[in-house]
């Protein structure tokens, strides 16, 4: 009780500094915070350590390389409809070097890299968007005079943390897709070490922000599974959670788009929906926060698999998904119930047993009725 | 009693286990394991024929239902003796309880093989869990108790021969209590197999829904057919191990039979009468149709028993059993199965996997009995004199 009154003094001290800073209401930062904390799974107690870490003046220098890529990244970032989230990701951080949103343009931007990644040496955060070309030396992407791979390793040597955002970035995404010409990479295998990835075409932005957000106030990144993507976001499959879910479980399907099925909401496993083989958090915290059915699957289309290696860009659109833990089990109502069935062998094997049975008794009853008494033990047909 | 008690003191009745016919009875009861091994790799729909509408087939009302009540032959021998007291029948006792013991422990485990998710199957015995004001606890907990009561009866026979006479002794000091036990168990939960028709109303066909009469019925059937299965068991095991009939302590016991099937007999038609639902039995259905097969096992028994001569005339008594046992089992697949009707559509008839795990379940039932009976002190010692 006491330390919670103590965090909330010292968050309401602490305030006025972030609301000049951030142009919010106290409201709406707390409501910012218990976001986060929700996405990332953690306890309504940890609201109040992550407004402290967020409050701090001292914001963490992001150096945010682009590589082979779309911008898309950036641009869900970006355009959350969320009122302040935009200001809050250049305020919550403090964005270094980012080519898409600095003023800065040729040398001088490079040399604002450089510069941060001095004054930051060991304590900034890297994160990667696109996938990096290796093949041919990797000179199919350069920015200043630099190939991706040269950037990529030197900005990495002296980073606290990196975390590759986006598919591209991730495993190579969609640049990636064979033939591959330019040997598209993901960050791990560029650096040979495993990184933090948040995948999706594009992520959502709750889970790099969480995640950026979790560095800050705990001091390290979150757990995550063997792609190094962060548990709390991806250890589910868009399947287990899915709001049509229960359709697919009744086995009712949309069979092509905009038939009826299409029109009542049915799953859309049949139209290639990759959910039960994708893990990622889409169905529960949704895009863009504007309320339920804004992911891909509430809209009407087959989920394509973007934060899975090996589904997304990889795997047709309205292939047939793997079912990947979901295979119905035998337990599941079918979806025609048979209402019974009887076979000729199974009257024909009932009738013969019936038939053994009362002959063998009414031989056995002869038999011991005859007046000769126990003197024949002749019945070797029934039980002994 | 003293006489009894040492002229028939049980004994191994030895001999070889391996012979074609406990061969013939293992193969039977291997083939019930692959099936039953099908049944928790793939599921009930892969084996068995039951449906949404008939939730239950045979594995329920064939194993369980009628296998318990062919297993009371125990129950029916306790009674006899310790509640009327009539010692001149405790050479039965025994033999009786082994096969009561068999019978009602694969009821138990068969119980099982029929839960669709049968890894939930404690949950009936977990406060908490369970739903106290149910038949199905009541029977469920109450099989559960005599099951294990009935191996505390019967561990005088394997306790000797485990070398653990000091706890022989122990229990013996208390088998008081647990034959007491034994005999209340099966009469609280046999009415209650009855009364689990209750609940199914109007679903069950009018020749068989006795409303507050089910477990009355039940229970009366199933202490004539405790009784029948003793004569039953008795007759093929004087035959199988050649040894003497015990034709006249049978026929001693055939007068109980009589006087109780007459007794069930005047309830069961009275009932109908009372009813009127004797006018269905009148109609020409299928269910009307082995209505009249179930009484006539039930009837034609009387005419068998009335005297004195068919009484102590082996192959009538034999004759008599097995009708009773016929009857016995029509009244309960006929209560469950076949005058069951949940809605158009839905019928059942077991599949071929489902009769075989039946047929192996009786054929391993047999089979232990054999090796029990052969192993353990079980069967009076073989006394010169036939009775």
Known sequence: MSETGFDLRHSAAAFPAVENRLGLSRREFMEFCAALAATMGLPASAEAAIATAVEKAKRPSVIWLHFQECTGCTESLLRAEHPTLEKLILDVISLDYHETLMAAAGHQAEAARQSAMKANKGKYVLVVEGAIPTKDNGIYCKVGGHTAIDMLKECAADAAAVIAIGSCASWGGMPSTGPNPTGASSVAEVLGKPVVTIPGCPPNPYNFLATVVHFLTFGKLPAVDQLGRPKFAYSRLVHDNCERRAHFDAGRFAMEFGDVGHRQGYCLYKLGCKGPETYANCPTILFGDAGPGSWPVGCGHPCIGCTEKGVGFAKPVFQLATLKNVVPPASYPRIVEEQGNSSFAAAAALAAIAGAAAGGAAMLARNLGKPSEESKPSAPDKAE | ?387
């Open chain 2, 1 to 387: 009693m003293t006489e009894h008690a040492v002229s028939h003191a049980p004994a191994p009745a030895g001999g070889r286990l391996i012979s074609p016919v406990t061969v013939v009875l293992a193969a039977l009861a291997l083939a019930a394991a692959v099936v039953l091994a099908c049944r928790f790799v793939y599921g009930l729909g892969a084996v068995t024929n039951i449906n949404d509408g008939f939730p239950w087939g045979i594995w329920i009302v064939y194993d369980v239902m009628v296998g318990s009540a062919f297993a009371c032959g125990g129950y029916a021998i306790a009674l006899l003796v310790y509640i009327f007291n009539r010692g001149e029948y405790h050479p039965l006792v025994r033999p009786a309880l082994l096969a009561s013991l068999f019978g009602y422990t694969l009821a138990g485990v068969s119980v099982i093989f029929d839960l669709g998710r049968y890894w939930n199957f404690w949950h009936i015995f977990w406060p908490g869990y369970a739903q106290v004001n149910s038949v199905m606890f009541e029977v469920a907990v109450c099989i559960s108790l005599y099951i294990l009561v009935m191996w505390i009866e019967f561990s005088p026979a394997f306790l000797d021969r485990l070398g653990m006479s000091g706890a022989k002794k122990k229990i013996s000091k208390l088998m008081f209590l647990f034959i007491a036990l034994g005999v209340l168990l099966p009469s609280m939960h046999q009415s209650s197999l009855g009364s689990l028709l209750v609940i199914f109303g109007s679903q069950i066909h009018p020749l068989w829904q006795a409303g507050f009469l089910l477990p009355l019925e039940y229970l009366m059937t199933a202490v004539l057919l405790g009784f029948a299965v003793v004569v039953f068991e008795a007759t093929l095991v004087s035959l199988g191990f050649k040894r003497a009939m015990e034709t006249a302590l049978l026929a001693r016991l055939a007068r109980f039979i009589w006087g109780l099937l007459i007794a069930y007999l005047l309830v069961r038609v009275g009932d109908l009468a009372v009813r009127g639902a004797l006018v269905s039995a009148f109609r020409f259905t299928l269910e009307a149709f082995w209505f009249w097969i179930e009484m006539i096992c039930f009837v034609i028994p009387v005419w068998l028993l009335a005297a004195p001569a068919g009484r102590s005339n082996p192959g009538v008594l034999f004759a008599a059993a097995v009708m009773l046992m016929a009857g016995g089992f029509l009244l309960r697949v006929n209560g469950f199965l076949v005058g069951y009707e949940t809605g158009a559509g839905w019928h059942y008839f077991p599949s071929l996997p489902e009769l075989t795990v039946s047929v192996g379940l009786i054929a391993f039932e047999i089979l232990a009995y054999i090796v029990f009976v052969k192993t353990l002190p079980v069967l009076p010692a073989q006394s010169a004199t036939p009775r």
